[in-house]
């Protein structure tokens, strides 16, 4: 009997062995298909992790809701070779976290939103591919096929995601044809504690 559940044992570490390093393949295989300056610029994101920064509006175009009046908090939390998370708080409003992520394709940007709960909203994980055309301290993404289904516009949405080369800042921009419409800025040279 002992002899039955060894080799069970051994036969369930060889099958998990194997699904660890298939894994590890399709995670290598993913960064692999990022540019030089995409790497760069998860390099540089992951080297903010484990820590927070506050920012602030710093554009708002006319006619849409201004966020001045939040507080805004950047945590950088996840930090694996193939993705980055940065949870985005608007003071109570915990719901929205950004999400790169290292695919065969290239480097992707997504919006993660959830109730408290943790469940996603309906509007979720829209955004785009970096466009080729950053650097490792600057991205950006227009809006992808599934966004455009998701969101159901026609705004040619892109978002820019910017870092001081001295990593003393951060900005956050979204336009719409081409026209900057919101933009934050976070200041990475002091960190909090949040």
């Not at 001045?68 to 608007?90: G, K, Q």
């Not at 695919?103 to 919006?111: S, T």
């Amino acid at each position: 009997m002992r002899l039955i559940v060894m080799i069970s044992t051994l036969m369930l570490l060889t099958a998990c062995g194997g699904r660890d390093t298939q894994r590890a393949v399709v995670d290598t295989g993913a960064v692999a298909g990022l540019t030089e300056a995409e790497k760069g610029f998860m390099d540089n994101l992951r080297s903010l992790c484990g820590k927070s920064f506050a920012g602030e509006q710093t554009y708002m175009a006319e006619g849409r809701p201004s966020w001045e009046h939040y507080d805004f908090v950047i945590h950088v939390t996840v930090c694996e070779e193939d993705r980055v998370h940065i949870p985005f708080h608007l003071s109570d409003d915990h719901s929205r976290t950004w999400l790169f992520l290292a695919e065969e394709e290239g480097l992707r940007f997504r919006h993660d939103h959830r109730y408290e709960d943790g469940t996603p909203e309906a509007r979720n994980l829209y955004g785009g591919y970096a466009d080729g055309t950053g650097s490792a301290f600057e991205q950006h993404f227009p809006a992808d096929d599934y966004t455009i289904e998701l969101l159901t516009d026609t705004l040619n949405r892109k978002w820019s995601v910017i870092i001081d080369e001295d990593l003393e800042w951060m900005v956050y921009r979204l336009s719409y044809h081409g026209e900057t419409v919101f933009e934050g800025k976070f200041d990475l040279s002091e960190p909090i504690n949040r």
